[in-house]
């Protein structure tokens, strides 16, 4: 999907007929929109994305989703079904044309707006066909999934980048690669309709105990079920509060009063969040020293009472045995003994030497002596380096321990100072911020409950699944039956494990391809990777006190602007694999390699020092990109990559018309040197969007 | 550098090959219906088609 142009009409702030034609020159891919803030660069988003997918595809922070019309319009209307709203919007896909319009009238609007009139045509061949089923045809080139990832805010993308949204990740990998056939194949096979009518049949043909047990498992599995949107809950619980605290923070960062103690405060919360991380890998080097070498403390015992053996026996004479049996034979095929007398066979002297012989021990036994030796001693070092690696690793994890400690309580002292302000704001505030973190708290909890749960469930369906299945039916029917149940769990395990498989052998390739853009980006001795759950996270090497030595790889805890890079890097990349997917290989027949566009609502607020690289390597890695900027955001670092590599193929301006400007705009905007007046003050409020 | 590991090719087929022949069937068969709906989000009819695939290769 390449976009061409889209056309507005009376759409919210953009009244009239608007438009803007899209850079589809590949060595030129990016189209900018410069806009100031309040100016409609989110409602331009959404007007792209509302062609696409309705009222369905709005981007949370799209406020008032029921009123499109243009409110001056609306207001002013005569007959409602006369005045209207549309969006059309223009893309190549595969070499074809397709034109996408919805539009809906006032009357529309009043009634309900999510019924707005949706038409496709494609352009074929020199003829124009309208398409039925538009809404499907639509999904079926870009698929609501993928939408979040090619269309989007880009100040809240950092989400993307948290370890908790490793399920959002996948999801991504397997809609943008074409591994989401597989997975919607395994959810339909195991839905009630499918699996669980089979078991329903099943039931009522099958023994009294069988049926006791598939009522078991039926409940067992409802649990499941609930345990599954209660964790959905708790997640969005959860984003929803780490949403009000970021909320919170920046108003705190933006009072003088606070601002250098809020300051403080998010740098030791980044220092913790570090520490925490360095804690928990040492925490596994722990546990695999100890389920490698542990054993080694127990034995010491064993190896002061070998020794003591050892000792005993080499006192004695007995070991390293000082005559063995092919010395013996030695004397016996020469027929000299060892005393210079002759050992004539049959004399009562070489009877005595045979006689000896067979109870000598060999050179294995030496060899083996010599090996427990060996083990013993190695055995006595291994258990003491273990010992003083446990005791250093001890070390180091009491010392982050108290580091976490005294950051914990500097950052209990901010609390206090800031809690204690005279400001009722402020106060107010860090009263909020309070309360957020106790409820964030609760939600971790519940969700540590909800998994421990959700285990005991899933070990309950295995057993009831194994006892089912040992209990054989003597009806035909019912055996029958069971063959389906069993046909419908084999076929969904073997898919899984090809998705899996498949999924696996995507991550080195996806993973070259994001390390390899996310060095060119950003400048530190840091490495991108996919782990293997599928959270994205950026890894450091920890130097130890020797010159070169590494004592540990861990994750680095990384500010938004760090994961926003990270998420725009995953994403771009993602892109690019997916314009080269029929080069990867597959077990899915007639995967073709997708061109998708990149769009993207103010990318680089957060982005400070990454600004350049970011506008350097995004527009190398996706087919199209546009980019909907402030000036603020656009000048310097982004303009300078941008014009560098001379990717900018069509630039437009939102020029606003209202009775006041909004706040920290300016009437002016200039670009390449060109100055263009952006605001006009106007007793109607609308925006117009301007070609540069 | 360890061996290559296999590609994606054939480890999936691998797992796929060594399933019974009647699986394989049901599998192919399954997935050339879901392939035609994969975009829809009414998922009823797909239902009703995988639940008659595997009535009648499974008897």
Request: glycine share 6%.
């Amino acid at each position: 999907m390449i976009l061409e142009r889209i056309v507005l009409e009376n759409f919210r702030q953009f009244k009239g007929r608007q438009e803007i034609v899209f850079s589809d020159i590949r060595e030129r891919n990016v189209t900018i929109v410069h806009a100031e803030n309040g100016f409609g660069k989110t409602t331009l988003l959404n007007a792209l994305l509302w062609a696409l997918y309705g009222q369905d595809g709005f981007t949370g922070d799209f406020e008032k989703q029921g009123s499109l019309i243009h409110e001056g319009l609306a207001a002013n209307a005569t007959d409602p079904t006369h005045v209207a709203a549309s969006v059309e919007l223009t893309f190549k896909h595969d070499s074809d044309r397709y034109i996408v319009t919805r539009e809906l009238t006032l009357a529309e609007q009043l009634n309900d707006p999510k019924r707005a009139r949706l038409s496709l045509q494609v352009m074929k061949d020199g003829q124009t066909l309208s398409l039925d089923n538009p809404q499907r045809r639509i999904q079926a080139i870009v698929p609501d999934g993928i939408a979040g990832f090619l269309f989007f805010n880009g100040e809240r993308i950092d989400q993307l980048a948290m370890e908790k949204n490793s399920a959002e990740v996948t999801a991504a990998i397997h809609q943008m690669l074409g591994l989401k056939l597989l997975k919607t194949t395994i959810d339909d096979l195991q839905h009630q309709n499918v699996r669980g009518k089979f078991l329903r049949e099943l039931k009522e043909n099958t023994s009294d105990e069988k049926r006791d047990l598939l009522a078991a498992l039926e409940a067992s599995e409802e649990r499941v079920r609930e345990i599954g949107e209660s964790q959905n809950q708790v997640q969005a619980n959860l984003k929803a509060i780490e949403a009000e605290i970021a909320g919170i923070d920046r108003k705190l960062d933006a009072n003088r009063e606070v601002h250098e103690l809020q300051a403080k405060r998010v740098r030791l919360l980044d220092e913790m969040k570090e520490l925490g991380a360095k804690r928990e890998d040492l925490v596994r080097r722990l546990s695999k020293l100890i389920a490698d070498d542990g054993y080694t403390l127990f034995t010491g015992d064993l190896v002061s009472r070998g020794k003591e053996i050892m000792r005993d026996l080499r006192d004695r004479n007995m070991i390293p045995a000082p005559v063995i049996d092919t010395y013996l034979q030695e004397l016996l095929d020469s027929g000299l003994c060892i005393c210079e007398r002759h050992l004539p066979q049959g004399s009562a002297e070489f009877e005595a030497v045979k006689k000896k012989l067979s109870s000598a021990p060999n050179q294995d036994f030496n060899n083996a002596v010599s090996a427990i030796d060996h083990a013993v001693g190695l055995l006595e070092g291994v258990s003491h380096q273990t010992r003083e690696n446990l005791r250093q690793l001890n070390i180091e994890r009491l010392n982050l321990q108290n580091e976490i400690r005294n950051r914990e309580e500097e950052e209990a002292e901010i609390h206090q100072a800031i809690g204690g302000k005279d400001d009722e704001e402020v106060q107010s505030l860090e009263a909020a911020r309070s309360r957020h973190i106790l409820e964030k708290d609760a939600q971790h909890a519940k969700m540590g409950a909800l998994g421990r749960d959700l285990m005991g469930e899933k070990e309950a369906i295995e057993r009831l699944t194994t006892q089912i299945k040992a209990i054989s039916d003597q009806e035909e029917q019912a055996a029958r039956a069971q063959r389906r149940v069993d046909a419908v769990e084999d076929c969904t395990r073997i898919l899984q494990e090809i998705l899996d498989a498949e999924t696996e052998e995507l991550r080195p390739i996806l993973n070259d391809e994001i390390d390899t853009h996310f060095r060119k980006i950003i400048d530190r001795e840091y490495w991108a990777e996919l782990s293997p759950d599928y959270s994205l996270r950026i890894r450091k090497r920890v130097p130890g006190r020797e010159e070169g030595e590494v004592v540990a790889e861990i994750d680095v805890a990384l500010s938004t602007g760090q994961r926003q890079v990270t998420s725009l890097v995953f994403i771009a990349s993602l892109l690019s694999l997916a314009r080269r997917r029929s080069e990867i290989p597959t077990i899915l027949k007639g995967l073709s390699g997708s061109e998708y566009p990149l769009v993207t609502d103010s990318p680089f607020g957060q982005l400070s020092i990454f600004r350049w690289g970011i506008a350097k390597w995004v527009p190398d890695l996706a087919p199209q990109v546009v980019l909907l900027v402030s000036p603020k955001q656009f000048d310097g670092d982004v303009a300078d990559a941008l014009r560098a590599t001379g990717r900018i193929g069509k630039q437009y301006y939102l020029a606003y018309h209202g009775p006041s400007m909004p706040d920290r705009a300016q009437p002016a905007l200039v670009v390449d040197g060109q100055t263009v007046t952006q605001y006009f003050q106007s007793d109607e409020e609308f925006t117009e969007i301007r070609e540069l | 550098m360890s061996a290559e590991p296999p590609t994606p090719q054939n480890r999936a087929k691998q797992i796929f090959s060594k399933a019974s022949p009647e699986h394989q069937e049901l599998i192919r068969e399954i997935l050339r219906a879901e392939r035609e709906v994969i975009n829809m989000k009414r998922r009823s009819d797909i239902h009703t088609r995988l639940y008659d695939h595997i009535r009648r290769i499974i008897k």
